[in-house]
Protein backbone atom coordinates (compact mmCIF):
# COMPACT_ATOMS: atom_id res chain seq x y z
CA UNK A 1 0.00 0.00 0.00
CA UNK A 2 3.20 2.13 0.21
CA UNK A 3 2.57 3.13 4.19
CA UNK A 4 5.53 2.76 5.96
CA UNK A 5 5.39 3.28 10.11
CA UNK A 6 8.20 4.55 11.11
CA UNK A 7 9.28 5.16 14.74
CA UNK A 8 11.96 7.00 16.09
CA UNK A 9 14.01 7.98 13.18
CA UNK A 10 16.09 11.03 12.73
CA UNK A 11 14.62 14.01 9.81
CA UNK A 12 17.44 13.18 8.29
CA UNK A 13 16.05 9.41 7.19
CA UNK A 14 13.97 10.06 4.37
CA UNK A 15 16.93 12.03 2.55
CA UNK A 16 18.38 8.99 2.10
CA UNK A 17 15.68 7.72 0.28
CA UNK A 18 15.21 9.38 -3.58
CA UNK A 19 12.31 6.60 -4.75
CA UNK A 20 9.57 6.86 -2.38
CA UNK A 21 8.75 9.59 0.53
CA UNK A 22 9.15 8.26 4.52
CA UNK A 23 5.55 9.07 5.89
CA UNK A 24 4.34 8.47 9.34
CA UNK A 25 0.47 7.06 10.35
CA UNK A 26 -1.90 9.31 11.17
CA UNK A 27 -3.79 8.08 14.54
CA UNK A 28 -6.56 7.53 12.43
CA UNK A 29 -5.18 4.88 9.80
CA UNK A 30 -2.74 3.49 12.73
CA UNK A 31 -6.09 2.54 14.56
CA UNK A 32 -7.47 1.30 11.07
CA UNK A 33 -4.09 -1.31 10.60
CA UNK A 34 -4.66 -2.63 14.00
CA UNK A 35 -8.06 -3.39 13.03
CA UNK A 36 -7.48 -4.56 9.80
CA UNK A 37 -9.48 -1.84 7.92
CA UNK A 38 -6.08 -0.58 5.84
CA UNK A 39 -6.78 -2.17 1.98
CA UNK A 40 -5.95 -1.59 -1.64
CA UNK A 41 -8.28 0.42 -3.35
CA UNK A 42 -10.22 2.22 -0.56
CA UNK A 43 -13.18 5.06 -1.26
CA UNK A 44 -13.28 7.49 0.83
CA UNK A 45 -17.10 9.15 1.50
CA UNK A 46 -17.57 13.24 1.28
CA UNK A 47 -18.56 14.92 4.27
CA UNK A 48 -22.36 15.18 4.93
CA UNK A 49 -22.46 14.84 8.24
CA UNK A 50 -21.56 17.87 9.93
CA UNK A 51 -22.37 21.34 10.33
CA UNK A 52 -20.26 22.80 7.69
CA UNK A 53 -19.70 19.55 5.94
CA UNK A 54 -17.78 20.27 2.52
CA UNK A 55 -19.66 23.35 1.50
CA UNK A 56 -16.86 25.89 3.75
CA UNK A 57 -13.16 25.93 2.99
CA UNK A 58 -11.93 26.31 6.78
CA UNK A 59 -11.93 23.13 7.36
CA UNK A 60 -8.91 21.28 9.01
CA UNK A 61 -9.94 18.46 11.65
CA UNK A 62 -12.02 16.68 8.72
CA UNK A 63 -12.10 12.90 8.26
CA UNK A 64 -13.48 10.86 6.01
CA UNK A 65 -15.58 6.86 6.46
CA UNK A 66 -14.27 4.40 4.54
CA UNK A 67 -17.34 2.15 4.86
CA UNK A 68 -17.15 -1.85 4.61
CA UNK A 69 -19.50 -4.10 5.58
CA UNK A 70 -17.77 -6.70 6.40
CA UNK A 71 -14.81 -5.22 8.54
CA UNK A 72 -16.72 -2.13 9.82
CA UNK A 73 -15.90 1.76 8.94
CA UNK A 74 -12.11 3.28 8.88
CA UNK A 75 -11.99 6.98 9.31
CA UNK A 76 -9.44 8.66 7.28
CA UNK A 77 -8.00 11.95 6.39
CA UNK A 78 -7.25 13.56 2.45
CA UNK A 79 -3.61 12.82 3.48
CA UNK A 80 -3.89 8.90 3.68
CA UNK A 81 -5.23 9.32 -0.27
CA UNK A 82 -1.36 10.37 -0.86
CA UNK A 83 0.50 7.94 0.85
CA UNK A 84 -1.86 4.88 -0.80
CA UNK A 85 -2.19 6.07 -4.68
CA UNK A 86 -4.54 3.19 -5.26
CA UNK A 87 -7.48 4.54 -3.37
CA UNK A 88 -9.92 8.11 -4.11
CA UNK A 89 -12.24 10.28 -2.42
CA UNK A 90 -15.95 9.77 -3.97
CA UNK A 91 -17.90 13.09 -3.99
CA UNK A 92 -20.86 14.70 -5.62
CA UNK A 93 -22.23 18.54 -6.71
CA UNK A 94 -25.75 18.20 -5.23
CA UNK A 95 -26.75 20.75 -7.85
CA UNK A 96 -25.30 23.15 -10.51
CA UNK A 97 -24.15 25.59 -7.98
CA UNK A 98 -22.84 23.51 -4.77
CA UNK A 99 -18.87 23.86 -4.61
CA UNK A 100 -16.95 20.96 -2.59
CA UNK A 101 -14.01 22.26 -0.75
CA UNK A 102 -10.76 19.49 0.64
CA UNK A 103 -8.16 19.94 2.95
CA UNK A 104 -4.89 18.14 2.74
CA UNK A 105 -1.22 18.56 4.12
CA UNK A 106 1.39 17.20 2.37
CA UNK A 107 2.39 13.90 4.45
CA UNK A 108 6.05 14.12 4.33
CA UNK A 109 9.27 16.83 5.51
CA UNK A 110 9.25 18.61 2.98
CA UNK A 111 12.14 20.87 4.40
CA UNK A 112 14.18 17.46 4.16
CA UNK A 113 12.34 15.96 1.31
CA UNK A 114 11.99 18.01 -1.59
CA UNK A 115 12.86 15.34 -3.95
CA UNK A 116 9.46 14.42 -4.41
CA UNK A 117 6.14 16.00 -6.15
CA UNK A 118 2.51 15.40 -5.72
CA UNK A 119 -0.39 15.46 -8.69
CA UNK A 120 -3.95 15.60 -8.18
CA UNK A 121 -6.32 13.79 -10.14
CA UNK A 122 -10.36 14.52 -10.66
CA UNK A 123 -11.94 11.79 -12.74
CA UNK A 124 -15.39 13.03 -13.59
CA UNK A 125 -18.97 11.05 -14.70
CA UNK A 126 -19.44 10.72 -18.62
CA UNK A 127 -20.69 14.28 -19.56
CA UNK A 128 -19.46 16.73 -16.87
CA UNK A 129 -17.25 18.95 -16.68
CA UNK A 130 -16.31 19.58 -13.36
CA UNK A 131 -13.04 22.62 -12.24
CA UNK A 132 -10.72 21.49 -9.75
CA UNK A 133 -8.89 24.60 -8.19
CA UNK A 134 -5.88 24.33 -5.58
CA UNK A 135 -5.12 27.21 -3.13
CA UNK A 136 -2.06 27.35 -1.23
CA UNK A 137 -2.60 27.55 3.25
CA UNK A 138 -2.42 30.96 1.98
CA UNK A 139 -5.71 31.57 -0.31
CA UNK A 140 -3.63 32.12 -2.95
CA UNK A 141 -4.88 29.97 -6.05
CA UNK A 142 -1.56 27.53 -7.15
CA UNK A 143 -3.24 25.86 -9.59
CA UNK A 144 -6.23 24.60 -11.79
CA UNK A 145 -6.31 21.04 -13.07
CA UNK A 146 -6.68 20.29 -17.04
CA UNK A 147 -7.46 17.81 -18.88
CA UNK A 148 -5.03 14.99 -19.50
CA UNK A 149 -5.87 13.47 -22.44
CA UNK A 150 -7.13 9.99 -20.60
CA UNK A 151 -10.61 11.29 -19.75
CA UNK A 152 -9.25 13.27 -16.49
CA UNK A 153 -8.41 16.39 -15.25
CA UNK A 154 -4.38 16.58 -12.92
CA UNK A 155 -2.62 19.78 -11.64
CA UNK A 156 0.71 19.24 -10.14
CA UNK A 157 1.26 20.65 -6.64
CA UNK A 158 3.80 23.37 -6.57
CA UNK A 159 7.21 22.85 -5.73
CA UNK A 160 8.20 26.33 -5.22
CA UNK A 161 9.48 25.74 -1.37
CA UNK A 162 9.32 23.47 1.44
CA UNK A 163 7.46 25.76 4.13
CA UNK A 164 4.50 25.57 2.60
CA UNK A 165 2.31 21.96 3.08
CA UNK A 166 -1.02 22.42 3.50
CA UNK A 167 -3.43 23.24 0.41
CA UNK A 168 -7.34 23.23 -0.36
CA UNK A 169 -9.26 22.14 -3.14
CA UNK A 170 -12.29 23.19 -4.59
CA UNK A 171 -14.53 21.07 -6.77
CA UNK A 172 -16.89 23.16 -8.86
CA UNK A 173 -19.46 22.67 -12.13
CA UNK A 174 -17.73 23.87 -15.09
CA UNK A 175 -20.19 24.33 -17.43
CA UNK A 176 -23.09 25.54 -15.55
CA UNK A 177 -25.37 22.81 -16.84
CA UNK A 178 -27.64 20.64 -14.89
CA UNK A 179 -25.93 17.78 -12.59
CA UNK A 180 -27.09 14.62 -10.69
CA UNK A 181 -26.13 13.85 -7.33
CA UNK A 182 -25.80 10.45 -8.23
CA UNK A 183 -23.13 11.88 -10.79
CA UNK A 184 -20.17 11.19 -8.92
CA UNK A 185 -16.30 12.17 -9.25
CA UNK A 186 -13.84 10.83 -7.75
CA UNK A 187 -10.33 12.81 -6.05
CA UNK A 188 -7.15 10.67 -6.10
CA UNK A 189 -3.00 11.66 -5.56
CA UNK A 190 -0.25 10.23 -7.48
CA UNK A 191 3.36 10.93 -5.71
CA UNK A 192 6.05 11.86 -8.93
CA UNK A 193 10.26 12.66 -8.64
CA UNK A 194 10.17 16.11 -7.86
CA UNK A 195 12.55 17.31 -11.18
CA UNK A 196 12.70 21.00 -9.96
CA UNK A 197 14.19 19.95 -6.55
CA UNK A 198 17.04 21.98 -7.27
CA UNK A 199 15.37 24.77 -6.78
CA UNK A 200 14.43 24.17 -2.94
CA UNK A 201 18.20 22.01 -2.41
CA UNK A 202 19.60 25.45 -0.52
CA UNK A 203 16.79 26.11 1.92
CA UNK A 204 17.17 22.00 2.62
CA UNK A 205 21.18 22.39 2.96
CA UNK A 206 20.37 25.47 5.28
CA UNK A 207 18.59 24.03 7.53
CA UNK A 208 20.30 20.85 7.48
CA UNK A 209 23.07 23.24 8.96
CA UNK A 210 21.12 25.08 11.16
CA UNK A 211 19.86 21.65 12.33
CA UNK A 212 23.63 20.17 12.89
CA UNK A 213 24.62 23.48 14.43
CA UNK A 214 21.76 23.43 17.07
CA UNK A 215 22.23 20.25 18.01
CA UNK A 216 25.64 20.17 18.65
CA UNK A 217 25.53 22.92 21.20
CA UNK A 218 27.69 25.07 18.25
CA UNK A 219 28.57 28.79 20.55
CA UNK A 220 27.99 29.89 16.99
CA UNK A 221 24.82 28.54 16.03
CA UNK A 222 23.08 31.94 15.20
CA UNK A 223 24.67 32.49 12.38
CA UNK A 224 23.00 29.20 10.87
CA UNK A 225 19.93 30.74 11.65
CA UNK A 226 20.83 33.91 10.28
CA UNK A 227 21.96 32.14 6.58
CA UNK A 228 18.92 30.47 7.26
CA UNK A 229 16.44 33.26 7.36
CA UNK A 230 17.95 34.86 4.34
CA UNK A 231 17.21 31.85 2.07
CA UNK A 232 13.33 31.72 3.25
CA UNK A 233 13.33 35.81 2.78
CA UNK A 234 14.54 34.95 -0.55
CA UNK A 235 12.51 32.39 -1.20
CA UNK A 236 9.13 33.84 -0.20
CA UNK A 237 10.16 36.75 -2.89
CA UNK A 238 10.44 33.68 -5.41
CA UNK A 239 7.19 32.00 -4.31
CA UNK A 240 5.96 35.49 -5.20
CA UNK A 241 7.07 35.37 -8.76
CA UNK A 242 6.47 32.02 -9.58
CA UNK A 243 2.34 32.89 -8.76
CA UNK A 244 2.41 35.78 -10.34
CA UNK A 245 3.85 33.90 -13.72
CA UNK A 246 1.19 30.85 -13.03
CA UNK A 247 -1.63 33.51 -12.90
CA UNK A 248 -0.13 35.43 -16.20
CA UNK A 249 0.36 31.99 -18.16
CA UNK A 250 -3.21 30.77 -16.86
CA UNK A 251 -4.58 34.58 -18.37
CA UNK A 252 -2.67 34.10 -21.85
CA UNK A 253 -4.33 30.74 -22.27
CA UNK A 254 -7.76 31.87 -21.91
CA UNK A 255 -9.65 32.24 -25.50
CA UNK A 256 -9.43 35.71 -26.51
CA UNK A 257 -13.02 36.89 -25.83
CA UNK A 258 -12.60 35.65 -21.92
CA UNK A 259 -9.41 37.89 -21.57
CA UNK A 260 -10.00 40.63 -19.17
CA UNK A 261 -9.28 43.88 -20.80
CA UNK A 262 -11.03 46.22 -18.48
CA UNK A 263 -9.52 48.52 -16.13
CA UNK A 264 -11.36 47.83 -12.77
CA UNK A 265 -9.37 45.45 -9.97
CA UNK A 266 -9.91 42.53 -8.31
CA UNK A 267 -11.43 43.75 -5.18
CA UNK A 268 -14.07 46.39 -7.36
CA UNK A 269 -15.28 42.88 -9.15
CA UNK A 270 -15.83 41.64 -6.16
CA UNK A 271 -17.27 44.17 -4.34
CA UNK A 272 -19.40 43.57 -7.35
CA UNK A 273 -20.45 39.46 -6.65
CA UNK A 274 -21.27 40.75 -3.49
CA UNK A 275 -23.88 43.16 -4.18
CA UNK A 276 -25.25 40.48 -6.65
CA UNK A 277 -24.63 42.04 -9.91
CA UNK A 278 -23.79 40.00 -12.64
CA UNK A 279 -20.21 40.00 -13.93
CA UNK A 280 -19.13 38.99 -17.56
CA UNK A 281 -17.61 35.70 -18.77
CA UNK A 282 -14.07 37.68 -19.00
CA UNK A 283 -14.68 39.01 -15.56
CA UNK A 284 -15.28 35.91 -13.83
CA UNK A 285 -12.05 34.27 -15.28
CA UNK A 286 -10.21 37.23 -14.30
CA UNK A 287 -11.22 36.89 -10.51
CA UNK A 288 -10.91 32.92 -10.61
CA UNK A 289 -7.26 33.38 -11.27
CA UNK A 290 -6.38 36.22 -9.35
CA UNK A 291 -8.58 36.51 -6.29
CA UNK A 292 -7.78 35.10 -2.76
CA UNK A 293 -9.88 32.51 -1.83
CA UNK A 294 -10.63 34.52 1.64
CA UNK A 295 -11.95 37.00 -0.09
CA UNK A 296 -13.84 35.47 -2.91
CA UNK A 297 -15.79 32.46 -0.69
CA UNK A 298 -16.78 35.69 1.23
CA UNK A 299 -18.49 37.61 -1.39
CA UNK A 300 -19.77 34.50 -3.12
CA UNK A 301 -21.48 33.67 0.56
CA UNK A 302 -22.57 37.47 0.74
CA UNK A 303 -24.06 37.04 -2.93
CA UNK A 304 -26.04 34.01 -2.41
CA UNK A 305 -27.26 35.08 1.44
CA UNK A 306 -28.57 38.43 -0.54
CA UNK A 307 -30.02 37.28 -3.58
CA UNK A 308 -30.70 33.35 -3.51
CA UNK A 309 -31.16 32.80 -0.30
CA UNK A 310 -33.24 35.74 1.19
CA UNK A 311 -36.04 35.22 -1.92
CA UNK A 312 -36.41 31.60 -1.03
CA UNK A 313 -36.84 32.28 2.67
CA UNK A 314 -38.83 34.73 2.14
CA UNK A 315 -41.48 33.25 -0.70
CA UNK A 316 -42.00 30.09 1.71
CA UNK A 317 -43.43 32.30 4.49
CA UNK A 318 -45.44 34.12 1.61
CA UNK A 319 -46.73 30.61 0.77
CA UNK A 320 -47.76 30.20 5.23
CA UNK A 321 -49.77 33.39 4.45
CA UNK A 322 -46.60 35.61 5.93
CA UNK A 323 -45.64 38.79 3.46
CA UNK A 324 -42.13 40.22 3.86
CA UNK A 325 -43.58 43.32 5.18
CA UNK A 326 -44.82 41.13 8.07
CA UNK A 327 -41.02 40.54 8.61
CA UNK A 328 -39.21 43.90 7.99
CA UNK A 329 -36.57 44.42 10.65
CA UNK A 330 -36.73 41.17 12.40
CA UNK A 331 -33.31 39.93 13.88
CA UNK A 332 -33.02 35.87 13.66
CA UNK A 333 -30.85 34.48 16.28
CA UNK A 334 -29.05 30.85 15.99
CA UNK A 335 -27.13 30.20 19.47
CA UNK A 336 -24.19 27.67 19.89
CA UNK A 337 -26.49 25.15 21.25
CA UNK A 338 -28.94 25.31 17.67
CA UNK A 339 -31.70 27.34 19.45
CA UNK A 340 -32.98 29.90 17.53
CA UNK A 341 -34.98 33.50 18.19
CA UNK A 342 -36.58 35.58 16.31
CA UNK A 343 -37.23 39.64 17.58
CA UNK A 344 -38.92 42.25 15.97
CA UNK A 345 -42.01 40.74 15.07
CA UNK A 346 -45.00 42.17 17.19
CA UNK A 347 -47.62 39.08 16.28
CA UNK A 348 -46.49 36.72 17.96
CA UNK A 349 -48.03 33.74 16.26
CA UNK A 350 -45.77 34.84 12.59
CA UNK A 351 -42.87 35.03 15.22
CA UNK A 352 -43.37 31.61 15.99
CA UNK A 353 -43.54 30.15 12.92
CA UNK A 354 -40.43 32.38 11.15
CA UNK A 355 -38.63 30.89 14.43
CA UNK A 356 -39.90 27.15 13.43
CA UNK A 357 -38.71 27.12 9.67
CA UNK A 358 -35.68 28.60 10.54
CA UNK A 359 -35.20 25.61 13.04
CA UNK A 360 -36.43 22.93 11.20
CA UNK A 361 -35.09 24.40 7.47
CA UNK A 362 -32.48 27.15 7.66
CA UNK A 363 -30.46 26.75 10.40
CA UNK A 364 -27.43 25.26 9.70
CA UNK A 365 -27.49 26.62 6.09
CA UNK A 366 -27.53 29.75 8.26
CA UNK A 367 -24.81 29.14 10.38
CA UNK A 368 -22.25 28.31 7.36
CA UNK A 369 -23.29 32.12 5.97
CA UNK A 370 -22.76 33.76 9.37
CA UNK A 371 -19.10 31.72 9.52
CA UNK A 372 -18.49 33.34 5.86
CA UNK A 373 -19.19 36.17 6.59
CA UNK A 374 -18.80 37.11 9.66
CA UNK A 375 -15.20 39.12 10.52
CA UNK A 376 -15.23 38.05 14.39
CA UNK A 377 -15.01 34.61 13.02
CA UNK A 378 -13.81 34.62 9.57
CA UNK A 379 -10.68 36.72 10.71
CA UNK A 380 -9.59 34.23 13.61
CA UNK A 381 -6.69 32.13 13.10
CA UNK A 382 -6.59 28.56 12.29
CA UNK A 383 -6.67 27.07 15.89
CA UNK A 384 -9.17 28.94 17.52
CA UNK A 385 -11.52 29.14 14.48
CA UNK A 386 -11.52 25.25 14.18
CA UNK A 387 -12.13 25.34 18.60
CA UNK A 388 -14.81 27.99 17.62
CA UNK A 389 -16.16 25.73 14.80
CA UNK A 390 -15.91 22.60 17.03
CA UNK A 391 -17.69 24.11 20.42
CA UNK A 392 -20.65 25.18 17.60
CA UNK A 393 -20.78 21.57 16.84
CA UNK A 394 -20.73 19.85 19.69
CA UNK A 395 -23.00 21.97 21.71
CA UNK A 396 -26.17 21.45 18.81
CA UNK A 397 -25.16 17.68 18.69
CA UNK A 398 -25.11 17.35 22.56
CA UNK A 399 -28.90 19.30 22.90
CA UNK A 400 -30.51 17.54 19.89
CA UNK A 401 -29.44 14.09 22.10
CA UNK A 402 -30.29 15.26 25.67
CA UNK A 403 -32.86 18.07 25.02
CA UNK A 404 -30.33 20.22 27.43
CA UNK A 405 -27.71 22.40 27.25
CA UNK A 406 -24.49 20.31 28.69
CA UNK A 407 -21.77 22.40 30.26
CA UNK A 408 -18.41 21.52 28.41
CA UNK A 409 -16.26 23.15 31.34
CA UNK A 410 -17.59 19.70 32.95
CA UNK A 411 -16.32 17.13 30.11
CA UNK A 412 -12.91 15.10 30.91
CA UNK A 413 -10.94 12.20 29.24
CA UNK A 414 -10.85 9.39 30.87
CA UNK A 415 -8.02 6.76 31.19
CA UNK A 416 -9.36 4.84 28.46
CA UNK A 417 -9.66 7.53 26.46
CA UNK A 418 -13.61 7.75 26.59
CA UNK A 419 -15.53 10.97 27.18
CA UNK A 420 -16.13 11.73 30.33
CA UNK A 421 -19.04 13.77 32.37
CA UNK A 422 -21.69 13.28 30.05
CA UNK A 423 -25.26 12.72 30.66
CA UNK A 424 -25.97 8.59 30.22
CA UNK A 425 -27.59 8.93 27.20
CA UNK A 426 -25.12 10.92 25.41
CA UNK A 427 -22.22 9.25 27.14
CA UNK A 428 -23.52 5.43 25.69
CA UNK A 429 -23.73 7.39 22.05
CA UNK A 430 -20.69 9.09 22.11
CA UNK A 431 -18.41 6.53 24.17
CA UNK A 432 -20.06 3.13 22.24
CA UNK A 433 -21.26 3.46 19.03
CA UNK A 434 -18.87 2.23 16.41
CA UNK A 435 -18.48 2.98 12.57
CA UNK A 436 -20.55 5.74 12.61
CA UNK A 437 -19.29 9.18 11.23
CA UNK A 438 -21.23 11.50 13.16
CA UNK A 439 -20.16 10.29 16.30
CA UNK A 440 -16.11 10.09 14.91
CA UNK A 441 -16.38 13.58 14.34
CA UNK A 442 -18.18 14.52 17.93
CA UNK A 443 -15.59 11.97 19.76
CA UNK A 444 -12.78 13.87 17.72
CA UNK A 445 -14.14 17.66 18.68
CA UNK A 446 -14.90 17.05 21.66
CA UNK A 447 -11.14 15.29 22.87
CA UNK A 448 -9.88 18.91 21.33
CA UNK A 449 -12.03 21.09 23.31
CA UNK A 450 -11.26 19.16 26.31
CA UNK A 451 -7.64 19.67 25.61
CA UNK A 452 -8.57 23.25 24.48
CA UNK A 453 -10.50 23.97 27.67
CA UNK A 454 -7.01 22.57 30.30
CA UNK A 455 -5.26 24.95 27.95
CA UNK A 456 -7.02 28.06 27.79
CA UNK A 457 -7.93 27.91 31.65
CA UNK A 458 -9.96 30.42 32.81
CA UNK A 459 -10.35 32.57 29.58
CA UNK A 460 -13.46 31.03 28.70
CA UNK A 461 -15.20 29.01 25.53
CA UNK A 462 -15.01 30.59 22.30
CA UNK A 463 -18.84 30.91 22.23
CA UNK A 464 -20.81 32.48 19.20
CA UNK A 465 -24.34 33.38 17.92
CA UNK A 466 -25.11 33.59 14.38
CA UNK A 467 -27.39 37.01 14.18
CA UNK A 468 -29.43 37.95 10.79
CA UNK A 469 -31.08 41.31 10.50
CA UNK A 470 -33.74 40.93 7.35
CA UNK A 471 -34.15 44.37 5.83
CA UNK A 472 -35.52 45.66 2.21
CA UNK A 473 -36.36 42.48 1.49
CA UNK A 474 -33.28 40.49 2.39
CA UNK A 475 -30.72 38.96 4.91
CA UNK A 476 -27.57 40.69 6.32
CA UNK A 477 -25.41 39.35 8.91
CA UNK A 478 -24.72 40.74 12.03
CA UNK A 479 -21.54 40.16 13.40
CA UNK A 480 -22.22 39.31 17.48
CA UNK A 481 -18.83 39.09 18.46
CA UNK A 482 -17.56 36.74 20.93
CA UNK A 483 -17.49 37.11 24.60
CA UNK A 484 -14.13 35.46 25.31
CA UNK A 485 -11.01 37.70 24.60
CA UNK A 486 -9.69 35.72 21.60
CA UNK A 487 -6.55 37.38 20.75
CA UNK A 488 -5.56 36.04 24.84
CA UNK A 489 -7.03 32.45 23.74
CA UNK A 490 -5.24 32.50 20.61
CA UNK A 491 -2.03 33.36 22.61
CA UNK A 492 -2.62 30.66 25.25
CA UNK A 493 -3.63 27.99 22.35
CA UNK A 494 -0.33 28.57 20.25
CA UNK A 495 2.83 27.17 21.31
CA UNK A 496 5.25 29.47 22.25
CA UNK A 497 8.83 29.37 21.81
CA UNK A 498 12.05 30.97 22.90
CA UNK A 499 15.73 31.46 22.69
CA UNK A 500 16.02 28.20 20.02
CA UNK A 501 16.39 27.77 16.76
CA UNK A 502 12.65 27.92 16.02
CA UNK A 503 11.98 31.29 17.84
CA UNK A 504 13.27 34.01 15.73
CA UNK A 505 13.03 31.88 12.42
CA UNK A 506 11.67 34.02 9.46
CA UNK A 507 7.94 33.93 8.99
CA UNK A 508 6.95 34.65 5.55
CA UNK A 509 4.64 37.50 4.99
CA UNK A 510 1.80 36.10 3.56
CA UNK A 511 -1.36 36.23 5.89
CA UNK A 512 -2.48 32.11 6.01
CA UNK A 513 -5.92 31.44 5.17
CA UNK A 514 -6.60 28.21 6.13
Not at 145 to 172: F, H, M, N
Not at 277 to 288: F, G
Not at 299 to 315: C, P, T, W, Y
Not at 488 to 509: F, G, H
Given at each position: ???????????????????????????????????????????????????????????????????????????????????????????????????????????????????????????????????????????????????????????????????????????????????????????????????EHEKTDIIREAFGELHSAYSRKDENWREYLDKYNAVLRETEQNYRKEMEQLHRKQFESLPEEKKYKGERTVDE???????????????????????????????????????????????????????????????????????????????????????????EKYSDRMYRYYIGIADSVGNLPANVYQYAADVQEVRRYLKGVTGEDISLENLYLTPDGKIGGLPEKAANLINR??????????????????????????????????????????????????????????????????????????????????
Open positions: MGINHINEQSSEWGAAFRKKPVYFMSVKETEAFFDGKLRMNMELREDTCTLGSNDTYRRQHTTYEVYDKDRGSAFLDMGFLIKDETSSLKGSLSDEKDVDFYHFSIPFNRTVQNYFGVEVYIDMPEGCDYNLTLYDEYGNQVGKAEWDGTGRKTLAVPDWDTKTSQYCIKVENGNGEEVSPDDYYKISFHVTENKLLQDMAEGKDLSDAEREYVKIFANLKDMEKVRQKAELKNGFSDDFAKELESMGISRNDIEGMCVKIGSNGDVTVDGIEDRAVREQVRKLTETKDNAKIERMKDALSDIIGNIRISGDLGIPDFTSQFRFGNGEFAVEDSGFAADMAALDSRLTPQSSDNMYSDMYRYRFKKVL
